[in-house]
């Protein structure tokens, strides 16, 4: 057993805390990583108060990893030492349904092992990125190219693939007309991935204040969804509307945005169930439909994508003592556009 240093939630009201952790000696398809940096997700913050429902504390946020392998397993042959890589949501899967068999390990019938907040194969409970070294069977780490630095990379393993993922199982390219709902973690990657996919990008955000980083970050378009003139301009307008947002939604003034065939996807996840008016569907052919992040395969596809077109997320990296003060940021929608957390100050 290796004792870490981490940070941890200790219940769902309490500030996050510095503790330490054990992570299992390396077994033989295992590759141990020493963190360089963690995303902050959204997600970390539902679990870790609790709104998906209840958690077992100490527990240890963080699904945005990259690091350097630091050591191998005797049957590892993916991986070797010193090379950069990355772990994202899901740390092991059955490996043997259709689903991860089909390289969508998201969907594993046995459900994935997520980072955090799960039981390993061992027995004991998962706890994520926010540490120092993290040990993960070798066909869950994901190479970060080279173009691509660990810090900016790090976001790319959730909020990164939970966009690319649709954007490219709906068709975003050119001629298509995606608008992105939420101009956050997951939001900005969006804007970035869909844009250099081709389409016609519009921002969906609550009001105009990041309006000029939204276009810099290659959206075409811009509009406050605030201001009610913005739903009677743009009706039926979009083929895809990919909606980031962590609260709950109007469903049927989204889906009023899309043209015939048009699909909103929802990748947001508020604890609250949406309703939706059953017309704002069959009066254009319109789908709802929802994504969670994206299998290895496609991970490591879009992690070469945004190495290609230069995509890091754009990021603000904190220290460990700033990582509650990050939380109530991200809750009042004042991120821009990802927090990192520098692990070397866990230290
Ligand atoms: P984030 O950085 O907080 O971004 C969410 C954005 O939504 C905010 O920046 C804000 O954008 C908008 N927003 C927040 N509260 C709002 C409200 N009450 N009304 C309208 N808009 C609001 O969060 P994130 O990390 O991108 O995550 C977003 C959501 O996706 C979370 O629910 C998270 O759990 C979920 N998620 C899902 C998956 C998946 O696999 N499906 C993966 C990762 C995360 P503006 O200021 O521009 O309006
Ligand atoms: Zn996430």
Redesign the pocket.
Same mark, same amino acid.
């Given at each position: 057993m290796l004792t870490v240093n981490a940070y941890a939630a200790t219940s769902p009201t309490a500030p996050l805390a510095p503790t330490t952790i054990e992570r299992r000696d390396l077994g033989p398809h295992d590759v141990l990583i020493e963190i360089k940096y963690a995303g902050?997700?959204?997600?970390d913050?539902?679990t870790a108060r609790g709104d998906w429902g209840p958690v077992t504390y100490p527990l240890v946020t963080g699904h945005e990893i990259a690091g350097i392998v630091t050591k191998v397993g005797t049957e590892v042959t993916k991986h070797a030492v010193g090379d950069r890589v990355g772990v994202g949501?899901m740390v092991d899967s059955c490996g043997e349904c259709r689903y991860c068999q089909g390289g969508q390990e998201?969907f594993c019938i046995k459900g994935n092992i997520g980072t955090y907040g799960a039981t390993g194969k061992d027995g004991q409970p998962t706890q994520g990125g926010y540490s120092t070294h993290i040990v993960v069977t070798q066909d869950f780490v994901l190479h970060i190219p080279d173009g691509l630095d660990l810090d900016v990379a790090a976001p790319l393993l959730? $909020?990164g693939i939970?966009t690319y993922s649709p954007l490219n199982r709906w068709g975003a390219g050119p001629g298509k007309k995606v608008a992105v709902?939420? *101009?956050? !973690? *997951? !939001?900005h990657m969006g804007v970035k991935i869909a844009h250099a996919m081709g389409a016609e990008v519009t921002? *969906?955000?609550?009001?105009l204040?990041?309006q000029e980083d939204g276009l810099r970050l290659g959206a075409d378009h811009y509009y406050a969804?605030s201001n009610p003139e913005t739903f009677e301009k743009l009706a039926g307008s979009f083929d895809l509307v990919l909606n980031?947002?962590?609260? $709950?939604?109007d469903v049927d003034a989204y889906l009023s945005l899309l043209a015939v065939d048009g699909a909103l996807v929802?990748? !947001? $996840?508020?604890p609250e169930p949406l309703s939706v008016n059953v017309f704002s569907l069959i009066l254009a052919r319109r789908s709802f439909a929802?994504?969670?992040?994206g299998g290895i395969r496609e991970t490591q596809e879009m992690l070469d994508f945004c190495a290609a077109h230069h995509l890091g997320a754009e990021i603000e990296v904190i220290g460990a003592d700033q990582i509650n003060e990050a939380y109530e940021r991200?809750?009042a929608?004042d991120?821009r556009?990802?927090f990192v957390i520098d692990t070397s100050t866990l230290s």
């Open positions: 902050i997700c959204h997600s913050i539902h949501c998201q959730c $909020a939970t709902v939420g *101009l956050g !973690g *997951l !939001g921002v *969906l955000s609550q009001s204040k990041k969804t980031t947002v962590s609260a $709950a939604i929802n990748v !947001g $996840a508020p929802g994504s969670m992040i991200v809750l929608s991120v556009y990802r």
